[in-house]
């Protein structure tokens, strides 16, 4: 499996972007997909999740209510749409996949079977 993310770019605070992470390699829907961030000097954060299923999605605190994940199972690409950008929302975004079947998406992401490479979203003040 290949994950190719990109998107990223350099936007203003209150801007959006949109990210997509196209697959190949395995549908989309044999795996929950999600974003994972990681800003300088920090630790790797998952952002969001859909489940394999696609009825089940996941979003950490910070992001609720501004960002959404999505997919397309025809393309087998992954979205994540950025609304509201604020300047703590700068970080390398990647793409990831996970062929657990926990139910819970932050608990099975805490195995990831594929990783897409970054890409760079940064928000100015």
């Known amino acids: 499996v290949q994950l190719q993310a990109s998107g990223g770019g350099l936007v203003q605070a209150g801007g959006s972007l949109r990210l997509s992470c196209a697959a190949s390699?395995?549908?989309?829907?044999?795996?929950?997909t999600a974003w994972f961030r990681q800003a300088s000097g920090k630790e790797r954060e998952l952002v969001a999740g859909i489940s394999w299923a696609g009825g089940t999605t996941y979003y950490v605190d910070s992001v609720k209510g501004r960002f959404s994940i999505s997919r397309d199972i025809a393309e087998n690409t992954v979205y994540l749409q950025m609304n509201s950008l604020k300047p703590e929302d700068t970080a390398v975004y990647y793409c990831?996949?996970?062929?657990?079947?926990?139910?819970?998406?932050?608990?099975?992401?805490?195995?990831?079977?594929?990783w897409g490479q970054g890409t760079q979203v940064t928000v100015s003040s």
């Open positions: 390699g395995r549908s989309i829907i044999s795996y929950s």
């Open positions: 990831a996949g996970s062929l657990s079947r926990i139910a819970a998406l932050s608990r099975s992401f805490a195995r990831v079977d594929y």
